[in-house]
């Protein structure tokens, strides 16, 4: 029987973070499956979701805790089965004047609806043309697949008004 683990990883960047972590897993006859990971600030960030046969897993778990002996800021939890019905998958674009709130203010309307963000991708720079300080967000969401879209597209409207961004609601790509 296959055992699923979510595992989140932060440590100081340096080359052969993810070699380590990958090595632990394939030693233990893992399977690593989907993974998020980037660099921030001199920092190492990432969360990885691996399988592994029940007879391996605390194998897999002594490995991971040899790393967090090393320096590494680990933590592991058991991935639970979730029973969804039919969904539509939305992607939501935002760029605007960087401004205080706005985070808040979008996830305000998605938790208000009872909308869950599956994914969500920030940034931060410079318009090209004034040098004023520009934010973009990516937000992947599931909704049900019988879910009227018109109400939260009209409450992002109101959002991007208030904020003076602007918002995109579309169907979002489906996977290769």
């Known amino acids: 029987m296959q055992q699923h683990l979510v595992i989140s990883l932060i440590s100081d960047d340096k080359p052969g973070i993810v070699e380590k972590l990958s090595a632990a897993v394939a030693e233990n006859s893992g399977n690593w499956e989907d993974s998020r990971m980037a660099h921030f600030a001199g920092k190492f960030a990432g969360i990885l979701r691996v399988s592994v046969p029940s007879d391996h897993s605390q ?31 939305l992607q939501l674009k935002l ?3 960087d401004r205080p709130g706005i985070v808040r203010e979008l996830s305000r309307a998605l938790a208000a609806r009872a909308i869950n963000m599956e994914q969500l991708d ?48 579309e169907a979002a790509a489906p996977a290769a």
């Open 59 to 89: 194998g897999l778990r002594d490995a991971l805790g040899a790393l967090a002996g090393a320096g590494y800021k680990l933590q592991i939890e058991e991935a639970q089965a979730v029973a969804a019905g039919p969904q539509q998958t």
């Open 95 to 97: 760029v605007g004047n």
């Open 122 to 169: 920030t940034g931060y720079s410079s318009t090209p043309w004034s040098g004023e300080p520009l934010f973009t967000a990516t937000c992947t969401v599931a909704v049900a697949g019988d879910m009227d879209l018109d109400g939260l597209r009209d409450e992002l409207d109101e959002i991007a008004d208030e904020l003076g961004v602007e918002i995109d609601c």
